[in-house]
């Protein structure tokens, strides 16, 4: 009698992730970053090895972006992980530059801590007002994740 049950690989998220491999990704974190580059290879952690990877960061109406070349993404701090359309790419960077300014890396990237920290003041002053009136909203600012 055959087995007629499809191969497990296919519906395991390794599985999904093969079709990746030596690829054009766009790889976006959790603090917001997004990495371009050729997904070379994951692991079981969902770490991804990009080649050629360039970081984009976009704050306000700003965005800068530096090559870092080979880099390994910890999976823990992966938000999310798509390939990118190599067809409408000019299409994509005609929409960035009429949306967005680029200016240096750096600059954006003083920018956006800013925010982060104007951000985080707030959330702390809120939960003290809410303290205040019984309530207790715990935020955690010291984890660089949260916003």
Do not use: W
């Amino acid at each position: 009698m055959e087995d007629h049950s499809p191969p497990t690989q296919k519906y395991t998220t390794a599985g999904l992730l093969l079709e990746f491999v030596d690829k054009k990704v766009s790889l976006t974190q959790r603090d917001g970053a997004t990495l371009v580059g050729i997904l070379r290879s994951f692991d079981q952690f969902g770490s991804f090895v990009l080649q050629d990877a360039v970081e984009k960061i976009y704050c306000d109406n700003l965005y800068g972006e530096k090559h870092v070349g080979v880099l390994l993404v910890r999976g823990d701090i992966v938000a999310m992980l798509g390939e990118f359309d190599l067809d409408k790419e000019a299409e994509v960077e005609q929409v960035l530059q009429n949306t967005y300014k680029r200016v240096s890396y750096e600059e954006v990237y003083e920018r956006r801590e800013k925010a982060r920290e104007a951000l985080n003041n707030k959330r702390k002053e809120e939960a003290a007002n809410g303290f205040r009136i019984g309530l207790d909203a715990s935020v955690n600012t010291a984890n660089p994740y949260y916003f």
